[in-house]
């Protein structure tokens, strides 16, 4: 089955514990996206990757890290971690990035406390 | 910066009347326009999507228009029922600078 996979679905961490929320997708796309989720603000793109080793900054990039050392998996990572980081996080990834819609994995909750 | 206004917050409508989600974009490169729909605890998924050379699309009960001038694109809804209850995100993809931008999204509740 053609899926976005992110674990965990949800995580409990305290202010400045490292963590990484892992992202994998198995339809050998090469665009992948990690997005946060906030009421009343939508998804606001947080990192971006086009391809193996090439990523870039989205709309809200502070405070997070992202590696793309393989075409299929994506993590972002916090390294260290603030209560303005509890979100709902989306990992998302797409054949290409015009044109072409966006499949979603099934959230992360995160409470930083 | 690239922006996505999207109107109403919040919409509710008695089953079976007709539903509209309006969105406005900022940045005229922009050529592609998803709708997503996200049910409660559950990832967006897509819905239907209309491409800058299309003025409309349609999908069952489901139907998109774009006005490139206005800038403008609009989803529509109709015989809506109460599984349409969701919170549907509209979203401009951007030429060039590889990242999609979405609306606050609208929360719609359709009334048995």
């Known amino acids: 089955e053609a899926q976005v996979t992110q674990n965990p679905r949800y995580l409990i961490t305290v202010t400045g514990k490292k963590l990484t929320v892992t992202c994998s997708q198995n339809?050998?796309?090469?665009?992948m996206s990690w997005y946060r989720q906030d009421p009343g603000l939508g998804l606001r793109q947080i990192y971006y990757?086009?391809?193996?080793?090439?990523?870039d900054k989205g709309d809200v990039p502070e405070g997070y890290k992202v590696s793309r050392k393989e075409k299929r998996n994506f993590p972002l990572i916090l390294e260290s971690p603030s209560p303005n980081q509890t979100s709902l996080y989306f990992c998302?990834?797409?054949?290409?990035?015009?044109?072409?819609?966006?499949?979603f994995g099934n959230g992360t909750r995160l409470t930083v406390t | 910066g690239e922006n996505v206004e999207q109107h109403p917050s919040t919409l509710s409508v008695q089953e079976g009347d007709s539903a509209v989600i309006k969105c406005t974009y900022s940045?005229?490169?922009?050529?592609?326009f998803p709708w997503y729909k996200q049910e409660l605890g559950k990832r967006p998924q897509l819905i239907i999507d209309?491409?800058?050379?299309?003025g409309e699309k349609k999908d069952q009960r489901i139907a998109v228009t774009l006005n490139k001038t206005a800038k403008h694109f609009s989803l529509h809804i109709t015989e809506t029922q109460p599984e349409d209850s969701a919170v549907y995100f509209c979203?401009?993809?951007?030429?060039?600078?590889?990242?999609?931008?979405f609306g606050a999204g609208t929360r719609l509740f359709v009334k048995a």
């Open positions: 979203a401009a993809t951007y030429t060039g600078g590889f990242k999609t931008i």
């Open positions: 990757s086009m391809n193996v080793e090439v990523t």
């Open positions: 209309i491409r800058s050379n299309v």
């Open positions: 940045d005229s490169a922009s050529n592609y």
């Open positions: 339809m050998n796309h090469e665009y």
């Open positions: 998302a990834s797409s054949l290409w990035q015009e044109n072409s819609p966006l499949h």
